[in-house]
């Protein structure tokens, strides 16, 4: 009798531990909200994302409703792990690109939702991919591309009152950095396969917000000569950010990897692989009185055309998607494809009449497809919405618990789904 409980004790906390994973993870194929999903690199690199150092990259709403659930991927240095405390992750609006005043495009502050983001939030699932990975810490110089195997799927679901709204086709920055019980260990968000808009930027102690590109050990660099504070611009500001640091400011944030001491190759306009007070003058001479272009250090050759870095992450809904189009009132008819017409104004009205329509197809108790204005109930201003719709007034839209699996009859499988519609009544 003891063995069989403990037999049957085993069963139920593996399948309590599979059933929670099923929920937490995120697989390609499943929701999201944003242009695309950005899936890991397992042949790139891991970036210091360790506080205070903060990683962001944008994202393009694709479907106006709340975001509840967030996923990114990461790993440590050297694989040496330790306790995350917490992940300190906002949302901001976007800073648009205007050249030459802003050169690139960037997170807006103050953010527009901000959380502390407690370890017993996260649901950490564990990858060895057949590959080695690389590490990289922007501003330090420090890449290693054979650094470490095992990488990390993180996954957050945010409670209600976490949730954020945006709206489609708004682009927003997620900014994540990681709160570390060891201050001597390293923690890293992974590059990705995918890459959208612009790259994605740093900040730190000494830096405001930096772009990134994919680092290299050789033989070719990712630094445009000249381009001291790397903006991708060569101009007064340049001469500036030279003339402080020689003045004791911060120094120019890219540096050729693992070189000691520290070689700022874009800051060596001259090209004589040595970073002093001529390289000012001659950058003066470039910008004022039209002199030659700042040349590289030829140990050190700067690449034609730098790589993108984006970062891994994946912005959805959480929970689940229903199968329903919104508009589609009378979707209990099982008739496939669904659409919104016309006969679905006369479903609601005669639903409202009594006469002798009933609810079409309740989704969790909720008639999701009837709620034409997405406030989260059936009611006379459904039917005006779709009324407006008709006449090209007001667009559809839905309620934020209802998610719907597609939005409009674009998004609809090519093949009817298994048991649609899937009706509680």
């Known amino acids: 009798m003891r063995k069989l409980f403990i037999i049957l004790m085993m ?3 593996i399948f309590c531990f599979t059933h929670m994973s099923a929920i937490a993870d995120w697989e390609p194929g ?5 242009h695309f999903p950005q899936l890991p690199d397992e042949e790139g690199w891991d970036v210091n994302a360790t506080w205070p150092k903060v990683l962001a990259d944008d994202w393009r709403c694709s479907q106006t409703g709340f975001v509840k659930a967030i996923h990114f991927w990461g790993s440590w240095r050297f694989e040496m792990e330790g306790p995350i405390e917490s992940f300190s992750i906002s949302i901001h609006a976007d800073i648009p690109a205007d050249p030459p005043e802003i050169p690139y495009s960037r997170p807006d502050d103050p953010p527009l939702w901000q959380q502390v983001i407690d370890w017993n939030m996260v649901t950490a699932i564990m990858l060895t991919p057949p590959f080695v990975e690389g590490w990289y810490n922007p501003g330090t110089g420090e890449v290693d591309a054979t650094d470490h195997n095992i990488y990390y799927q993180y996954n957050i679901e945010l409670p209600e009152f976490m949730w954020f709204f945006q709206e489609e086709e708004t682009i927003y920055w997620l900014n994540i950095s990681a709160n570390l019980e060891n201050p001597d260990l390293r923690w890293g968000w992974k590059s990705s396969l995918n890459h959208w808009n612009d790259n994605a930027v740093f900040s730190d102690d000494v830096y405001d917000w930096l772009l990134m590109f994919e680092p290299s050990m050789g033989p070719t660099f990712p ?18 950010f030279l003339t402080d640091y020689f003045q004791g400011g911060p120094p120019p944030p890219y540096v050729i990897p693992n070189t000691i001491p520290p070689f700022y190759a874009a800051a060596d306009a001259n090209g004589d ?10 950058l003066i001479d470039y910008l004022i009185h039209g002199g030659p272009p700042p040349t590289f250090c030829p140990d050190y050759p700067p690449m034609e055309v730098m790589q993108q870095l984006d970062l891994a992450f994946v912005i959805n809904g959480g929970g689940n998607l229903y199968e329903y189009l919104p508009g589609d009132v ?5 008739i496939w494809p669904p659409l919104v017409i016309g ?3 006369t479903y609601l009205v005669n639903y409202f009449r009594a006469n002798p329509a009933s609810q079409s197809c309740l989704l969790d108790g909720f008639w999701c497809s009837a ?5 989260c109930m059936v009611i006379g201003s459904d039917v005006t919405r779709l009324v407006n719709y008709f006449r090209g007034l007001a667009a559809i839209t839905y309620c934020p618990d209802c998610d719907p699996a597609w939005l409009t009859p674009d998004d609809l499988p090519e093949e009817e789904p298994l048991g649609w519609p899937n009706c509680d009544n």
């Not at 499943?30 to 944003?34: A, V």
């Not at 630094?223 to 500036?240: H, S, T």
């Not at 709620?371 to 406030?375: H, K």
């Open 11 to 13: 069963v139920a906390l």
């Open 30 to 34: 499943d929701g999201h909200k944003m």
């Open 223 to 240: 630094y445009m000569p000249g381009d001291v504070n790397g903006d991708i611009y060569v101009d007064d500001r340049d001469v500036d």
């Open 273 to 282: 692989c040595i970073v002093i007070g001529t390289d000012v003058i001659y």
């Open 330 to 334: 009378n979707m209990y008819n099982g």
């Open 343 to 345: 006969g679905d104004v």
């Open 371 to 375: 709620d034409a204005n997405g406030d």
